[in-house]
């Protein structure tokens, strides 16, 4: 993006809002939809709800996994299934004025990025890298893609800067338009996007209605399996971490013995739990998953 265009934008975005303050952290976990994986400091971890994400963390989404995430500023950043997408310049000020920054690296997968109604107009300066190309976001609703054959840059609603795979920049205005850049090709002029293409796009980064997916407040668990012992508890808990699943190990009493659960929590519903239970029924031991509250 031209640096004086940056330059600009962020100084007329502080002017703005100069009395809005932010109080939430940088970047936190609100959905998975397992399994994924947070990389930090040159190790992997099963991503969880309630992680706050910081400067150069890296998200890995497995087969059909979601991920949802929450700005300071309100906005939430959707990931789709085998997503790899990589997090930098945090920040909530800028020249000691509220300011909300990112640079979001989407390496590989499909992301939605979006602004409440409350939260469009607060103070930001996100810009995501995407299939070569670079958005300049303010407050606005836009989806993107890095694909085997072809990266996509859909503005939904909103406003957007961009810098082209050619390296060409322009301004995207129209809602419902879309930007496409094959492989190997030159890239597509800006186009209407169909409404039908549109809501397949989407359906690729939400986590459905009950889906199996843990979320920020869930109540519901699923017991993966019990273990007579220790030991063996922790050669399973750490296959399902290894795997992307964010399980919690537990000793519980049952008949006057100690016995090891390894299950995960925060599901929403327990309609959400069961899915959970249904599609990981005789994967690492998983033989039996039941669902409690």
């Not at 890296?58 to 939430?76: H, M």
């Not at 939605?112 to 407050?139: Q, W």
């Amino acid at each position: 993006m031209n640096h004086l265009y940056r330059v600009t934008m962020l100084a007329s975005l502080v002017a703005a809002f100069s009395s809005t303050v932010f109080a939430a952290p940088d970047l936190t976990v609100q959905g998975v939809q397992m399994p994924a994986w947070l990389q930090r400091d040159n190790a992997q971890y099963p991503l969880s709800v309630g992680t706050q994400l910081s400067n150069d963390d890296k998200i890995i989404t497995g087969t059909n996994a979601r991920v949802v995430l929450q700005g300071a500023d309100g906005s939430a950043i959707k990931l789709g299934q085998n997503a790899n997408l990589r997090v930098s310049n945090l920040a909530q000020k800028f020249d000691d004025k509220p300011l909300f920054t990112a640079l979001l690296d989407v390496a590989k997968g499909a992301f939605r990025f979006t602004t409440s109604a409350l939260s469009k107009n607060k103070p930001r300066a996100v810009t995501i890298n995407v299939a070569n190309s670079t958005i300049g976001i303010r407050g606005t609703d836009v989806w993107g893609k890095d694909g085997d054959d072809k990266g996509i840059v859909c503005l939904i609603e909103g406003k957007i800067a961009v810098q082209g795979a050619d390296k060409s920049q322009f301004e995207m205005a129209d809602a419902m338009s879309f930007y496409e850049m094959p492989k190997g090709a030159a890239a597509k002029a800006v186009s209407p996007v169909d409404p039908a293409q549109l809501t397949l796009w989407a359906a690729e980064t939400e986590i459905a209605p009950d889906a199996a997916a843990a979320k920020a407040g869930g109540k519901w668990k699923v017991i993966l399996l019990t273990a007579a012992d220790q030991a063996s508890a922790l050669i399973a808990y750490d296959a399902w971490r290894n795997a992307g699943y964010a399980v919690r190990l537990m000793p519980v009493v049952q008949n006057e013995n100690t016995v090891y659960q390894v299950r995960i929590e925060q599901f929403a519903s327990k309609a959400a739990a069961q899915q959970l239970a249904q599609q990981v029924t005789g994967k690492l031991g998983a033989d039996s998953p039941s669902v409690i509250r």
